[in-house]
């Protein structure tokens, strides 16, 4: 799943955080008993200078294939296909978080 899907995910993460370093919070993953393939991953990046940035990419069910970006301001979401975007969406939000 990693190598398929989720390159895209954590390719994602990685320009919406600018670049920065990230490390690893935590991974969760299955693996087909027949391969040893990893069929679904989550995980979570922790990128320097503050954010958190988290991820799923499955081989086993469909997903959404979409990106959202949540900040102190508001939330954006990035439509599929999210590694090559045509559109997306901004919901302003204001108030205490």
Do not use: K
């Amino acid at each position: 799943a990693m190598a398929e899907t989720g390159i895209y995910c954590v390719q994602f993460l990685a320009w919406a955080f600018g670049g920065r370093e990230a490390e690893v919070g935590g991974v969760c993953y299955e693996l087909d008993p027949h391969t040893g393939h990893d069929t679904h991953v989550a995980a979570t990046l922790h990128f320097s200078g503050g954010g958190i940035g988290t991820l799923e990419c499955s081989l086993r069910h469909p997903s959404p294939r979409e990106a959202v970006i949540c900040g102190t301001r508001g939330v954006i979401r990035v439509s599929f296909p999210f590694w090559c975007p045509t559109r997306f969406s901004i919901q302003r939000m204001s108030g205490p978080a």
